[in-house]
């Protein structure tokens, strides 16, 4: 078991909580099996602390003290996961709220260096003064974060035009188990391997905790429609999705749900 003594020490006493409100906000996520724990109220397993680093220094210290003393350390954006990513036992809860620096963003370049722990929110108003958008809108862009983003290699309703955060991300700063802080380098590709973006995507927070992201922007359109269709089936739905294309871009508007339909609609 960590002591809470250990952690202060290690980040000072203002980013270590171990407030009962603050540990039962942090027992889970928005997974199905612990929404409804949470109804009946059964007991969520509590992390013993919930830390709050402010800079990838801090969580190396974190994460090298996790490695010699075998405590488990989950990574936590925004909670929003639906799979039981935020859950274990005797673990520490590492928020990475206070991660939340943008950086003024390069029009040219068309990038932007932001935090993990900035949220879908601030990142739109961040970009939108100077023209720019992500294109990344999952359903639940306003509770969750950039860091978890690509630890769950999400994606959204403008994915078929701008792409999943996959194509989203040009480098990133993550700190491994162990402590040490690693960085790729923001650039159009690369030729060699193995990448640690793309060791980090969709890795949910076993590789290490990501802290920093350079992210491809791109400017808002001029005009922007929304249309909703109703499909009594989804084997009725997919041919017609399967024949739609984009058309501010012309790209496929379901390439991947048409891979993915004939055993779907079994
Ligand atoms: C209402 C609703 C709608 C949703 N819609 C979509 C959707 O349209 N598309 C989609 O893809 N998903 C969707 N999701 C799922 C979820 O929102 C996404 O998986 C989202 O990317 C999680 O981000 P988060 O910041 O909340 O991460 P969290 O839930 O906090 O964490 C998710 C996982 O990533 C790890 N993690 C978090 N931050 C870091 C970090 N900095 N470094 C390393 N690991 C980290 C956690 O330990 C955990 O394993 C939805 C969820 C809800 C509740």
Redesign the pocket.
């Known amino acids: 078991m960590p002591t809470i003594d250990e952690l202060r020490n290690l980040l000072g006493e203002d980013s270590v909580s171990v407030a009962k409100d603050d540990l039962d906000a942090h027992a889970g996520?928005?997974s199905p099996r612990l929404l409804l724990d949470r109804r009946r109220g059964t007991d969520l397993s509590p992390p013993v602390a919930v830390v709050r680093p402010g800079a990838a220094a801090e969580v190396g210290r974190l994460l090298s003290w996790a490695h010699d003393t075998r405590t488990a350390i989950?990574?936590?954006?925004?909670?929003?996961?639906?799979v039981e990513?935020?859950s274990g036992h005797d673990h520490v809860v590492a928020d990475?709220g206070r991660l939340d620096h943008i950086s003024p963003l390069d029009a040219k370049s068309r990038l932007v260096t932001v935090g993990?722990?900035v949220t879908g929110p601030q990142l739109r108003d961040a970009l939108a003064p100077g023209g720019f958008m992500l294109g990344h809108e999952?359903?639940?862009h306003d509770?969750?974060?950039v860091?978890?983003?690509?630890?769950?290699r999400?994606?959204?309703?403008l994915s078929a035009c701008y792409g999943g955060i996959e194509n989203l991300v040009a480098g990133l700063e993550?700190v491994l188990p162990g402590g040490r802080v690693v960085r790729s380098r923001p650039a159009p590709r690369r030729a060699t391997g193995p990448e640690l973006t793309d060791l980090?995507l969709g890795?949910?927070?076993v590789l290490?905790?990501?802290?920093e992201v350079t992210l491809r922007i791109s400017p808002i359109p001029a005009e922007r429609a929304h249309a909703c269709v109703r499909f009594d089936h989804m084997g009725t739905a997919s041919r017609p999705a399967a024949r739609s294309r984009n058309p501010i871009c012309n790209r496929p508007l379901c390439a991947s749900t048409t891979a993915r339909m004939p055993s779907c609609s079994r």
Not at 147 to 152: F, L
Request: charged share 5%; glycine share 24%.
């Open positions: 996520d928005w989950v990574p936590f954006g925004g909670g929003s996961s639906v990513g935020i990475m993990a722990g999952p359903q639940s509770i969750s974060t860091g978890g983003w690509i630890a769950t999400a994606c959204g309703q993550a980090m890795s949910e927070g290490g905790i990501i802290t």
